[in-house]
């Protein structure tokens, strides 16, 4: 209500601000409101919302201790006659050329108070205020952004080009509070785009020499060299820049992996089921654990290893007859003390002794003891 007596609203009705009139002026004042509106059938009752101005026109200033508290009243319309002419001032004083630090130090000043006193001003006059200062800073804090992108976008020095651009799209920048989320995104997207641009003579042969790897566990080490020789790139940008290459090498290495382990696989179910193809079984296993080792967190490594574990049961289940055939001529010419060493050379496998058809071994070897 007491910015109903501020100069924006008060002036124009009474032609001079509320702390400049005589008390005989405000009193005046009252009885025209008196006998134009309270009087009037059609303004009376909305009249009756704002009987607090009548009652403020007729108090003495020099009467502090009223209902009402005229010095408080006078003291609001001067809080609200300096804030508004210093936005004025200072909205005017700010253009296309002034430092963004400079202009947000004198617009914070106008910002706390907008902040600490709601009624310091009208509701709608607060958010236009608001929105205006955010706007001006915005558009002061995107002029620093293009400038800050032409000129690290015109560096030589690559490392330290690619590092600060990285640094200013994600936000290491004095401006960057000021942008908007559409600006922080369009900034980032053309930093990515200039970064891609600087890069890609870089990285890209290497991920031509990359794809080009032939289906050998030589490749490995080969990747792997590629791979640490595009880190230091890759450390120094965006990851919606970087990801891109990355995926090309992962995606080379999970390729080999599958590759390599289907040919293994083929190799395996070519051994036959003897008790040479249980120790050529066993020394496969072996290697694909050591060639693969860094990949036992795959899903592919897990099931090829309980594919193994499936056939070679089914195997020593099949090879067992030539286990007993051995065992009983060892037994026959007065070896029996040999039967744990000629089961040993067909249980030749550590997990032999965890399948079920290892039982059939004990069987017959209990047997013959």
Request: charged residues 25%; proline residues 5%.
């Amino acid at each position: 209500m007491v910015l109903l007596f501020a100069d924006d609203d008060f002036v124009p009705v009474f032609g001079q601000s509320f702390d400049t009139m005589l008390l005989d002026q405000r009193r005046k004042a009252a009885n025209e409101i008196n006998n134009q509106c309270a009087r009037d059938p059609f303004f009376r009752s909305e009249f009756e919302l704002f009987s607090t101005v009548s009652r403020a026109l007729r108090q003495d200033p020099d009467r502090p201790l009223t209902s009402f508290g005229i010095p408080a009243v006078f003291q609001s319309i001067r809080d609200t006659r300096v804030l508004r002419h210093e936005y004025a001032g200072t909205m005017a004083a700010i253009n296309n050329q002034t430092p963004l630090e400079e202009a947000a130090s004198k617009l914070s000043v106008i910002l706390s108070d907008l902040q600490s006193r709601s009624n310091i001003v009208w509701p709608s006059e607060h958010d236009d205020m608001t929105a205006e200062i955010d706007a001006v800073l915005g558009d002061l804090a995107w002029r620093d952004a293009q400038i800050a992108f032409e000129n690290l976008s015109a560096m030589s020095k690559t490392n330290e080009q690619l590092s600060k651009m990285t640094a200013a799209a994600r936000g290491n920048t004095p401006y960057h509070q000021f942008l908007s989320e559409t600006e922080r995104n369009k900034l980032r997207s053309n930093y990515a785009a200039a970064q891609n641009e600087i890069v890609s003579p870089i990285l890209q042969p290497v991920m031509n020499d990359v794809e080009a790897l032939p289906d050998s566990l030589d490749s490995f080490p080969r990747l792997d060299s590629s791979e640490s020789s595009a880190e230091p790139t890759l450390a120094l940008i965006l990851d919606e820049v970087a990801n891109p290459y990355r995926a090309v090498i992962e995606d080379k290495r999970t390729a080999l992996f599958e590759n390599l382990v289907t040919a293994a696989w083929r190799e395996f179910e070519e051994q036959p089921e003897t008790k040479a193809g249980l120790a050529m079984g066993a020394a496969w296993l072996d290697k694909f654990e050591s060639d693969f080792a860094v990949f036992s967190d795959r899903q592919l490594y897990d099931a090829t290893i309980e594919r193994f574990r499936s056939r070679r049961n089914h195997m020593l289940a099949n090879v067992v007859s030539e286990f007993e055939r051995e065992a009983r001529l060892a037994n026959a010419n007065g070896n029996g003390e040999m039967l744990p060493e000629i089961m040993a050379a067909f249980l030749t496998s550590r997990i032999d002794k965890k399948l079920p058809a290892s039982l059939e071994y004990d069987i017959v070897l209990r047997f013959l003891q």
